[in-house]
């Protein structure tokens, strides 16, 4: 289970490390600065949530990345 949002971010990060075709984010208050471990990154890629997805994007060129902001 999940006890707070810095393990949910954590667990993002590492599911999106591991997706092989496409990741979906949909509904979700969008930052770029997002930081997914607070106290430093341990696994691979930017630990900002802007800077994370544009290397992994680059690192992974199969890989879809779609977004839904939405601010309802």
Do not use: C
Not at 17 to 34: F, N, Q, S, V
Not at 36 to 43: H, I, Y
């Amino acid at each position: 289970p999940v006890v707070d949002g810095a393990d949910y971010l954590t667990l993002v990060k590492a599911a999106m490390l591991r997706a092989e075709r496409r990741i979906m984010l949909i509904g979700w208050d969008l930052d770029h600065r997002t930081t997914f471990e607070p106290g430093g990154a341990t696994m691979a890629g930017p630990n900002q949530l802007g800077s994370f997805l544009h290397w992994l994007l680059w690192d992974s060129r199969h890989l879809k990345v779609y977004l839904l902001k939405s601010n309802l």
